[in-house]
């Protein structure tokens, strides 16, 4: 569909899906990771997205424009574990058209 935007997610295992993200179904970056099952069941967005528990971690590889980092995602991000300079939450990454081509990788499990 012309609503999606192609987006490469690398799993817990080291092992790459490229996938469709859908732009109109107001969905975040850790939804789409759930929706198509990328790691086990209640591993990823535990808080449901309150960018509270940091389960939805990702290093972002692609040089794709993201929204800015918010205070209550910087703030979980410097509370968590395994935090790299490109760490988002990935349920704070609103699915847009600018995220075509992007590549991220999900953090390890706390
Ligand atoms: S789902 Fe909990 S911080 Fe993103």
């Known amino acids: 569909m012309e609503e999606d935007v192609k987006i490469t997610i690398i799993d817990r295992e080291g092992v790459a ?3 469709d993200a859908p732009t109109d179904m107001n969905m975040n970056l850790m939804e789409i990771v759930r929706s198509y099952e ?4 209640g591993t990823v ?13 990702c290093y972002v590889l692609s040089d794709t424009p993201l929204t800015e ?5 910087e703030a979980m991000l410097a509370e968590a574990f395994h935090v790299e300079d490109n760490s988002r939450l990935g349920c704070q990454i609103p699915i847009t058209k600018d995220l075509e081509g992007l590549k991220v990788q999900l953090a390890p499990e706390e």
């Open 38 to 41: 990328l790691a086990p069941e």
């Open 45 to 57: 967005g535990i808080c449901g997205g309150m960018a509270m528990c940091a389960s939805c971690q």
């Open 17 to 19: 899906h490229e996938v």
């Open 69 to 73: 980092m918010q205070d209550d995602e």
